[in-house]
């Protein structure tokens, strides 16, 4: 059976501008369309690491820059995009059947990524043929 692709956008957080200090929050249910079940952050990351380099069956995320800076490359089955994520309140929706690649980090980066379901391997598609398959395309 084949599906849609998927999807990514931009999500805005609130932020509270103080001179102690800026603070950013997310609410379960309020600014992310689904219910959080597992959180995880990338950090000690070499600057010219290569991460990702797949996509998912069921997986919603989130990610976000909370230090640093990295490039986010997006390709739905179809179309290709890159996204810069260097600001803590701007995240990057992903859908799920996104196949997507992490690179450009900059020095002390921090990336934190919120998801939808816990940790599952066999919900990966680690082979971007397999990928393609389960939307019905043909390798490119
Ligand atoms: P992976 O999702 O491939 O990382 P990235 O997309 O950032 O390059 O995961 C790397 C390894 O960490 C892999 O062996 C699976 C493991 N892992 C967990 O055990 N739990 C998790 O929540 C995540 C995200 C990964």
């Known amino acids: 059976m084949t599906q849609s692709n998927g999807f990514v956008r931009e999500i805005q957080l609130p932020q509270i501008h103080d001179p102690r200090g800026d603070l950013t929050f997310v609410e379960g249910g309020i600014q992310i369309p689904f219910q959080i079940a597992r959180v995880y952050y990338l950090y000690n990351v070499p600057v010219d690491s290569e991460r990702g ?9 989130i990610v976000f820059a909370l230090s640093g800076s990295f490039r986010m490359k997006i390709d739905d089955g179809t179309t290709k995009s890159e996204y810069w994520l260097r600001d803590p309140r701007k995240g990057l929706y992903i859908s799920k059947l996104v196949w997507r690649e992490m690179d450009a980090f900059s020095q002390g980066t921090v990336c934190m990524v919120l998801a939808s379901h816990r940790y599952n391997e066999a919900d990966y598609f680690r082979n971007y043929d397999d990928f393609l398959s389960a939307l019905g395309n043909e390798t490119k």
């Open 53 to 61: 380099g797949h996509a998912h069956r069921e997986l919603e995320q």
